[in-house]
Protein backbone atom coordinates (compact mmCIF):
# COMPACT_ATOMS: atom_id res chain seq x y z
CA UNK A 1 0.00 0.00 0.00
CA UNK A 2 1.40 3.70 -0.85
CA UNK A 3 2.19 5.73 1.92
CA UNK A 4 3.19 9.45 1.75
CA UNK A 5 5.95 10.41 4.24
CA UNK A 6 6.66 14.33 4.80
CA UNK A 7 10.23 14.59 5.58
CA UNK A 8 13.28 17.41 5.60
CA UNK A 9 15.59 17.21 2.99
CA UNK A 10 18.82 19.21 2.60
CA UNK A 11 21.16 17.82 0.14
CA UNK A 12 24.61 19.20 -0.93
CA UNK A 13 23.82 18.53 -4.29
CA UNK A 14 21.09 21.37 -4.36
CA UNK A 15 20.61 24.74 -4.03
CA UNK A 16 17.62 25.72 -1.32
CA UNK A 17 16.47 22.39 -1.22
CA UNK A 18 12.50 22.75 0.02
CA UNK A 19 12.90 21.59 3.55
CA UNK A 20 9.72 19.92 3.24
CA UNK A 21 8.72 17.53 0.17
CA UNK A 22 6.21 14.68 -0.42
CA UNK A 23 7.95 11.60 -1.20
CA UNK A 24 5.99 8.79 -2.31
CA UNK A 25 7.18 5.41 -1.05
CA UNK A 26 6.21 2.39 -2.33
CA UNK A 27 8.76 -0.18 -0.24
CA UNK A 28 12.09 -0.07 1.07
CA UNK A 29 13.57 -0.30 -2.24
CA UNK A 30 12.18 2.80 -3.28
CA UNK A 31 12.84 4.50 -0.03
CA UNK A 32 16.57 3.57 -0.02
CA UNK A 33 16.83 5.10 -3.59
CA UNK A 34 15.60 8.49 -2.63
CA UNK A 35 17.68 8.37 0.26
CA UNK A 36 20.47 8.05 -2.07
CA UNK A 37 19.50 10.54 -4.43
CA UNK A 38 19.05 13.30 -1.47
CA UNK A 39 21.25 12.02 1.04
CA UNK A 40 20.83 14.66 3.94
CA UNK A 41 17.66 14.70 6.07
CA UNK A 42 17.20 17.06 7.95
CA UNK A 43 14.90 18.41 10.70
CA UNK A 44 13.08 21.46 10.35
CA UNK A 45 10.97 22.51 12.60
CA UNK A 46 13.41 24.67 13.80
CA UNK A 47 12.57 26.87 10.56
CA UNK A 48 8.76 26.74 11.15
CA UNK A 49 8.75 27.88 14.50
CA UNK A 50 11.92 30.31 14.91
CA UNK A 51 11.31 32.27 11.36
CA UNK A 52 8.10 32.92 12.23
CA UNK A 53 7.76 33.67 15.66
CA UNK A 54 10.93 36.20 15.36
CA UNK A 55 9.90 37.58 11.98
CA UNK A 56 6.50 38.33 13.63
CA UNK A 57 7.73 40.10 16.54
CA UNK A 58 10.46 42.27 14.66
CA UNK A 59 7.39 42.64 12.14
CA UNK A 60 4.74 44.48 14.99
CA UNK A 61 7.51 46.00 17.03
CA UNK A 62 9.86 47.41 14.14
CA UNK A 63 6.85 49.05 12.10
CA UNK A 64 5.53 50.45 15.33
CA UNK A 65 8.79 51.98 15.96
CA UNK A 66 9.65 53.29 12.48
CA UNK A 67 6.21 54.55 11.73
CA UNK A 68 6.47 57.00 15.03
CA UNK A 69 10.17 57.67 13.83
CA UNK A 70 8.81 58.49 10.71
CA UNK A 71 6.22 60.70 11.96
CA UNK A 72 8.81 62.60 13.90
CA UNK A 73 10.53 63.21 11.60
CA UNK A 74 8.26 64.49 8.91
CA UNK A 75 5.93 66.71 11.54
CA UNK A 76 7.83 67.59 14.59
CA UNK A 77 11.80 68.26 12.78
CA UNK A 78 12.50 71.22 10.91
CA UNK A 79 14.52 72.06 9.70
CA UNK A 80 16.48 68.94 8.50
CA UNK A 81 20.30 68.61 9.21
CA UNK A 82 22.22 66.01 7.31
CA UNK A 83 21.48 63.45 10.24
CA UNK A 84 17.78 63.97 9.97
CA UNK A 85 17.88 63.20 5.96
CA UNK A 86 20.38 59.84 7.06
CA UNK A 87 17.79 58.86 9.74
CA UNK A 88 14.57 59.30 7.59
CA UNK A 89 16.53 57.21 5.04
CA UNK A 90 17.67 54.52 6.93
CA UNK A 91 14.11 54.18 8.14
CA UNK A 92 12.15 54.08 5.14
CA UNK A 93 15.05 51.22 4.28
CA UNK A 94 13.69 49.84 7.34
CA UNK A 95 10.22 50.05 6.62
CA UNK A 96 10.44 48.28 3.53
CA UNK A 97 12.68 45.35 5.12
CA UNK A 98 9.79 45.21 7.79
CA UNK A 99 6.82 45.11 4.89
CA UNK A 100 8.76 41.87 3.38
CA UNK A 101 7.99 39.88 6.44
CA UNK A 102 4.71 38.74 6.16
CA UNK A 103 5.21 37.29 3.00
CA UNK A 104 7.98 35.36 4.30
CA UNK A 105 5.96 34.62 7.33
CA UNK A 106 3.30 33.17 5.66
CA UNK A 107 5.43 30.90 3.50
CA UNK A 108 7.69 29.45 6.61
CA UNK A 109 4.14 28.56 8.31
CA UNK A 110 3.15 27.13 5.53
CA UNK A 111 6.47 24.45 5.11
CA UNK A 112 7.82 26.76 2.57
CA UNK A 113 5.09 26.17 -0.02
CA UNK A 114 4.72 29.85 -2.39
CA UNK A 115 1.34 30.51 -3.77
CA UNK A 116 2.53 33.66 -4.67
CA UNK A 117 4.05 33.48 -8.15
CA UNK A 118 7.69 33.82 -9.32
CA UNK A 119 7.64 37.62 -10.23
CA UNK A 120 6.57 38.77 -6.15
CA UNK A 121 8.95 35.66 -5.60
CA UNK A 122 11.82 37.91 -7.28
CA UNK A 123 10.38 41.29 -5.83
CA UNK A 124 10.19 39.88 -2.10
CA UNK A 125 14.22 38.83 -2.06
CA UNK A 126 14.79 41.91 -4.12
CA UNK A 127 13.37 44.15 -1.44
CA UNK A 128 14.47 42.28 1.52
CA UNK A 129 17.86 42.19 0.38
CA UNK A 130 18.40 45.64 -0.74
CA UNK A 131 16.58 47.32 2.07
CA UNK A 132 19.15 45.17 4.73
CA UNK A 133 21.91 46.57 2.92
CA UNK A 134 20.75 49.65 2.18
CA UNK A 135 20.62 49.97 6.44
CA UNK A 136 24.14 48.90 6.79
CA UNK A 137 25.28 52.12 4.10
CA UNK A 138 22.99 54.40 5.87
CA UNK A 139 24.57 53.43 8.90
CA UNK A 140 27.78 54.01 7.58
CA UNK A 141 26.90 57.32 6.24
CA UNK A 142 25.75 58.67 9.87
CA UNK A 143 29.06 57.18 10.84
CA UNK A 144 31.22 58.90 8.67
CA UNK A 145 29.13 62.39 9.59
CA UNK A 146 29.76 62.36 13.26
CA UNK A 147 33.43 61.73 12.54
CA UNK A 148 33.25 64.56 10.26
CA UNK A 149 31.73 66.53 12.86
CA UNK A 150 33.75 65.46 15.98
CA UNK A 151 37.51 64.94 14.44
CA UNK A 152 36.96 67.99 11.95
CA UNK A 153 34.50 70.67 12.36
CA UNK A 154 35.75 73.57 10.94
CA UNK A 155 36.69 72.12 7.98
CA UNK A 156 33.76 69.71 7.34
CA UNK A 157 31.40 72.61 7.33
CA UNK A 158 31.25 72.84 3.80
CA UNK A 159 30.79 68.83 3.29
CA UNK A 160 28.18 68.68 5.75
CA UNK A 161 24.96 70.68 4.28
CA UNK A 162 21.74 69.09 3.95
CA UNK A 163 22.32 69.43 -0.11
CA UNK A 164 25.41 67.56 0.88
CA UNK A 165 23.83 64.99 2.45
CA UNK A 166 20.92 64.66 -0.04
CA UNK A 167 23.01 63.81 -2.88
CA UNK A 168 24.91 61.33 -0.76
CA UNK A 169 21.64 59.44 -0.19
CA UNK A 170 20.74 59.41 -3.56
CA UNK A 171 24.25 58.04 -4.42
CA UNK A 172 24.12 55.26 -1.73
CA UNK A 173 20.37 54.29 -3.63
CA UNK A 174 21.77 54.09 -6.60
CA UNK A 175 25.15 51.54 -5.12
CA UNK A 176 22.73 49.38 -3.23
CA UNK A 177 19.88 49.16 -6.32
CA UNK A 178 22.51 48.16 -9.09
CA UNK A 179 24.21 45.45 -6.50
CA UNK A 180 21.20 44.01 -5.57
CA UNK A 181 19.21 44.03 -9.24
CA UNK A 182 21.14 41.05 -10.10
CA UNK A 183 18.45 38.77 -7.15
CA UNK A 184 15.72 39.90 -9.67
CA UNK A 185 17.85 37.35 -12.10
CA UNK A 186 18.71 34.92 -9.73
CA UNK A 187 15.86 34.59 -7.78
CA UNK A 188 13.54 32.19 -9.29
CA UNK A 189 10.58 29.45 -7.80
CA UNK A 190 10.58 25.41 -8.85
CA UNK A 191 7.78 23.20 -8.57
CA UNK A 192 8.97 20.63 -5.62
CA UNK A 193 6.24 17.76 -6.16
CA UNK A 194 3.36 19.07 -4.17
CA UNK A 195 4.66 22.65 -3.25
CA UNK A 196 6.39 25.57 -4.86
CA UNK A 197 9.69 26.76 -3.76
CA UNK A 198 10.93 30.63 -3.64
CA UNK A 199 14.59 30.21 -3.60
CA UNK A 200 16.06 32.36 -1.31
CA UNK A 201 19.65 31.61 -3.29
CA UNK A 202 18.89 30.67 -6.97
CA UNK A 203 18.60 27.23 -8.77
CA UNK A 204 21.41 24.25 -8.68
CA UNK A 205 23.06 25.30 -12.28
CA UNK A 206 23.18 28.83 -11.15
CA UNK A 207 24.46 28.67 -7.83
CA UNK A 208 28.10 28.82 -8.56
CA UNK A 209 27.45 32.03 -10.19
CA UNK A 210 25.44 33.24 -7.06
CA UNK A 211 28.51 32.34 -4.75
CA UNK A 212 30.77 34.61 -6.62
CA UNK A 213 27.77 37.46 -6.78
CA UNK A 214 26.58 37.05 -2.88
CA UNK A 215 30.88 36.98 -1.74
CA UNK A 216 31.27 40.42 -3.64
CA UNK A 217 28.41 41.85 -2.70
CA UNK A 218 28.99 40.97 1.02
CA UNK A 219 32.23 42.56 0.69
CA UNK A 220 31.25 45.64 -0.86
CA UNK A 221 27.71 46.32 0.94
CA UNK A 222 29.19 45.08 4.37
CA UNK A 223 32.81 44.08 5.22
CA UNK A 224 33.86 47.72 3.65
CA UNK A 225 31.29 49.50 5.79
CA UNK A 226 32.07 47.76 8.60
CA UNK A 227 35.56 48.98 8.39
CA UNK A 228 34.11 52.80 8.27
CA UNK A 229 32.34 52.60 10.83
CA UNK A 230 34.75 50.87 13.14
CA UNK A 231 37.27 53.61 12.18
CA UNK A 232 35.13 56.53 12.14
CA UNK A 233 33.59 55.35 15.77
CA UNK A 234 37.36 54.50 16.72
CA UNK A 235 38.51 57.86 16.12
CA UNK A 236 35.82 59.53 17.90
CA UNK A 237 36.16 58.25 21.13
CA UNK A 238 39.81 59.03 21.04
CA UNK A 239 38.72 62.94 20.14
CA UNK A 240 36.53 62.93 22.50
CA UNK A 241 39.25 61.65 25.00
CA UNK A 242 41.41 63.91 24.94
CA UNK A 243 42.34 66.31 27.39
CA UNK A 244 40.49 69.25 28.02
CA UNK A 245 38.22 69.28 24.80
CA UNK A 246 34.35 69.89 25.67
CA UNK A 247 34.66 70.76 29.35
CA UNK A 248 31.35 72.55 29.67
CA UNK A 249 28.12 70.33 31.52
CA UNK A 250 26.18 70.55 28.27
CA UNK A 251 29.26 69.42 26.58
CA UNK A 252 29.63 66.62 28.62
CA UNK A 253 26.29 65.90 28.26
CA UNK A 254 26.46 65.81 24.67
CA UNK A 255 29.65 63.51 25.02
CA UNK A 256 27.86 60.96 26.88
CA UNK A 257 25.36 60.79 24.15
CA UNK A 258 27.87 60.18 21.04
CA UNK A 259 29.30 57.47 23.14
CA UNK A 260 25.96 55.19 24.07
CA UNK A 261 25.34 56.23 19.87
CA UNK A 262 28.81 54.72 19.22
CA UNK A 263 27.66 51.71 21.04
CA UNK A 264 24.60 51.14 19.64
CA UNK A 265 25.82 51.09 15.60
CA UNK A 266 28.65 48.65 17.09
CA UNK A 267 26.79 46.31 18.93
CA UNK A 268 24.34 46.80 15.69
CA UNK A 269 26.62 45.37 13.18
CA UNK A 270 28.56 43.24 15.40
CA UNK A 271 25.08 41.54 16.57
CA UNK A 272 23.25 41.85 14.09
CA UNK A 273 24.99 41.90 10.53
CA UNK A 274 28.18 40.21 11.36
CA UNK A 275 26.84 36.98 12.61
CA UNK A 276 24.27 36.37 9.64
CA UNK A 277 27.30 37.13 7.01
CA UNK A 278 29.37 34.77 9.11
CA UNK A 279 27.36 32.53 8.72
CA UNK A 280 25.99 32.66 5.39
CA UNK A 281 29.32 32.68 3.97
CA UNK A 282 30.24 29.49 6.02
CA UNK A 283 27.03 27.61 4.43
CA UNK A 284 27.40 28.65 0.69
CA UNK A 285 30.91 27.45 1.31
CA UNK A 286 30.16 24.29 2.56
CA UNK A 287 27.19 23.55 -0.13
CA UNK A 288 29.70 24.34 -2.55
CA UNK A 289 32.28 21.90 -1.47
CA UNK A 290 29.52 19.18 -0.76
CA UNK A 291 31.13 17.68 2.17
CA UNK A 292 29.08 15.24 4.81
CA UNK A 293 25.25 15.83 5.62
CA UNK A 294 26.35 16.22 9.71
CA UNK A 295 28.60 19.15 8.90
CA UNK A 296 26.50 20.51 6.14
CA UNK A 297 23.45 20.15 8.69
CA UNK A 298 24.99 21.99 11.78
CA UNK A 299 26.17 24.92 9.57
CA UNK A 300 22.21 24.98 7.87
CA UNK A 301 21.65 25.29 11.58
CA UNK A 302 23.42 28.23 12.27
CA UNK A 303 22.68 30.28 9.19
CA UNK A 304 18.67 29.99 10.01
CA UNK A 305 19.58 31.17 13.97
CA UNK A 306 21.42 34.40 13.11
CA UNK A 307 18.51 35.26 9.93
CA UNK A 308 16.36 37.06 12.63
CA UNK A 309 19.05 38.78 14.07
CA UNK A 310 19.29 40.35 11.40
CA UNK A 311 16.07 41.53 11.24
CA UNK A 312 16.25 43.28 15.03
CA UNK A 313 18.35 45.66 13.47
CA UNK A 314 14.97 47.63 12.54
CA UNK A 315 14.21 47.62 15.36
CA UNK A 316 17.38 48.88 16.80
CA UNK A 317 17.51 51.79 14.38
CA UNK A 318 15.23 53.94 15.59
CA UNK A 319 16.99 54.14 18.99
CA UNK A 320 19.32 56.31 17.00
CA UNK A 321 16.95 58.83 16.23
CA UNK A 322 15.28 59.72 19.67
CA UNK A 323 19.02 59.15 21.35
CA UNK A 324 20.64 62.01 18.93
CA UNK A 325 17.55 63.94 17.10
CA UNK A 326 17.52 67.09 15.78
CA UNK A 327 15.61 68.07 19.06
CA UNK A 328 18.16 67.38 21.19
CA UNK A 329 20.95 68.19 19.18
CA UNK A 330 19.30 71.98 19.30
CA UNK A 331 19.33 72.08 23.02
CA UNK A 332 22.98 71.09 23.27
CA UNK A 333 23.50 73.83 20.65
CA UNK A 334 21.99 76.73 22.87
CA UNK A 335 23.40 75.89 25.67
CA UNK A 336 27.12 75.76 24.70
CA UNK A 337 29.15 77.71 22.10
CA UNK A 338 32.61 77.47 24.36
CA UNK A 339 34.30 75.02 21.59
CA UNK A 340 33.43 74.79 18.21
CA UNK A 341 35.31 71.46 18.57
CA UNK A 342 32.34 69.91 20.36
CA UNK A 343 29.35 71.37 18.01
CA UNK A 344 27.87 68.89 15.07
CA UNK A 345 28.53 65.91 17.40
CA UNK A 346 25.69 64.18 16.01
Known sequence: MAAFLRVGVASAQTVDTPPLVWIRMYNNTNLTNNS????????????????????????????????????????????????????INLTVCDTLYLLTLPFLIFYYIDDSDWPLGELMCKLIRFLFYTNLYGSVLFLSCISMHRFLGVCHPVRSLSWMSPRQATLVSVCMWVIVLIFQSPILYFSRTRDKGDIQVCYDTTSKDLFNYYQVYSSVVMVLLFVLPFGVVLVCNGLIVRKL??????????????????????????????????????????????????????????????????????????????????????????????????????????
Not at 50 to 78: A, C, D, Q
Not at 289 to 295: D, E, H, I, P, R
Open 36 to 87: HQNPCVFNETLTYVLLPVSYSLVFVVGLVLNITTMYFILFRTKPWKPTTIYM
Open 241 to 346: LETGVCRSSSSQRSRQKSVKMIIIVLLTFMLCFLPFHVNRSIYYAIRFQQVNCKTLEYASMAYKVTRPLVSINSCVDPILYFMAGQGFRNKVNKKSNSNQRCDNTF
